[in-house]
């Protein structure tokens, strides 16, 4: 059969498509670039927030027309959103031909194989169960590759869902992902990303102690030219992995920190162990070891129990903390989560009038950083030609892949995707930085 996959959310989302595309190549079918013509296409989503539901709900509307059309065979749904809406989703959309939970990717193969028998197949494995090591079919350009490092969190933050919808902490062992790295370093990765919901506690459960230290150093022996790492914990980000960070040069000085807010009520009530001044005097710490360091971070406004006291000051820290990078949402209230049963829930466009306001304070602060950057020569790892600014388009060590911003520069020759390059910036544009080539 022919299958098209569509990748929906986050990083760690995208492996578990390359592997079910890995699965569907070793069975002998065919992957299709784009659903229409494929006999089947397979939309790998995200359930995390409203969002992310509104986002695959539109993308499964948009499969079903190729399928009214004749365009498209059959339409299976894989990952969050079915493992979370499990009869629902079958029910209230019959536009969707199969389902298939984020506990059963390795069931892929059969899972198609049933949907074009004409049966309609819903498949829910245990959420919790250790999946066995899997190959990635490359679905990007390999110059840049995420290594999932875990499945699964504990961490219980009163507003996720996500231990309901991907279970338990699960490190894989060092030895598979040393593999799994070996094999993208081969294929060409210069800039791998070390991805899990939490990847300061890798280890704990498979060896009973961090061994986040020792995977690194081990990563760092392979030929990778930068490693970046994301999402790091405060509350676990002890002295054995910043000084691993601080003697491997191939880590970036670039680490992504999720906090969610600074007020110690806020904090608590989000289960989010430890306080705002031990964030605060965490970043002190890291800046005085890791010079030049860029922090990225996520936050969540609004929710409840979040006045205006509490709001300001989250505003006052991060006009002094002067984060580089930060993701902001407004808080969903989700059903099943401890915060969905608070009271006192914040209208939606309340929340949303705050994130707004914390994304313009942010903006300046990112401004300020790229300004500062002017007249300085960067090492750039160039992604490709961008027909439509008309010049080369790459990435500087404070740009993650996906979530950050790019440079744009001139060449007088031609570049490769993946190749690096010395870029020396001129100027700034929305968020990006412009530069020129240093031959």
């Known amino acids: 059969m022919k299958v098209a996959f569509i990748s929906l959310g986050c990083a760690k989302n995208f492996v578990n498509t390359e592997q079910m595309m890995a699965l569907v190549q070793q069975a002998g079918h065919q992957l299709a670039d784009e659903p229409e013509g494929a006999d089947a296409a397979v939309l790998n989503t995200c359930g995390f927030i409203d969002s992310a539901k509104s986002e695959a709900i539109d993308h499964i509307l948009q499969l079903a027309q190729l399928k009214e059309q004749g365009k498209l065979g059959k339409l299976l749904v894989t990952g969050c959103l079915p493992q979370r809406y499990q009869t629902e989703l079958l029910k209230e959309l019959p536009e969707v031909d199969g389902v298939l939970g984020t506990g059963s990717y390795p069931q892929i193969v059969p899972a198609l194989e049933a949907l074009l028998a004409g049966e309609r197949p819903a498949v829910f494995g245990d959420v919790d169960h250790t999946q066995e090591e899997l190959a990635r079919a490359p679905a990007a350009p390999r110059y840049s590759a995420y290594l999932k490092i875990a499945e699964g969190c504990d961490n219980r933050c009163a507003y996720c869902v996500i ?12 030895e598979g992902l040393l593999s799994e790295a070996e094999g993208l370093a081969r294929e060409g990765c210069r800039e791998l990303v070390v991805v899990a919901q939490d990847i300061t506690r890798y280890g704990t459960d498979l060896y009973g102690r961090r061994a986040l230290p020792e995977l690194l150093e081990g990563l760092c022996r392979l030929p990778f030219r930068w490693i970046r790492l994301h999402y790091l914990y405060p509350d676990e980000l002890d002295d054995a992995i910043l000084d691993t960070i601080a003697a491997q040069p191939k880590i970036l000085n670039y680490l992504d920190i999720p906090i969610q807010h600074i007020d110690d009520g806020l904090l608590r009530a989000m289960n989010r162990r430890g306080t705002g001044a031990e964030i605060e005097a965490l970043f002190e710490k890291l800046r005085r070891r890791l010079p030049g360091l860029v922090l990225r971070t996520s936050i969540i406004a609004g929710l409840p129990g979040e006045g205006e006291a509490e ?28 915060a969905a049963a608070m009271p006192n829930q914040m209208p939606p466009e309340t929340a949303q009038r705050r994130v707004e306001l914390l994304v313009d304070l942010q903006s300046r602060v990112m401004d300020e950083f790229n300004e500062s950057l002017l007249g300085s020569t960067l090492e750039v790892l160039c992604e490709g030609f961008d027909g439509e600014m008309g010049c080369w388009r790459g990435r500087t060590w404070a740009d993650s892949p996906d979530v950050d911003g790019h440079i744009y520069f001139t060449a007088a020759g031609r570049l490769a995707p993946g190749q690096f390059v010395n870029v020396s910036v001129t100027g700034t544009s929305d968020g990006d930085l412009t530069g020129e080539i240093e031959e």
């Open 163 to 174: 231990p309901s919808l991907r279970g338990r902490y699960r490190s894989r062992p060092i």
């Open 311 to 338: 709001f300001e000051r989250l505003c006052d820290f991060l006009r002094r903390a002067k984060i580089q990078r930060a993701g902001i949402f407004p808080y969903s209230p989700e059903e099943g989560t401890p």
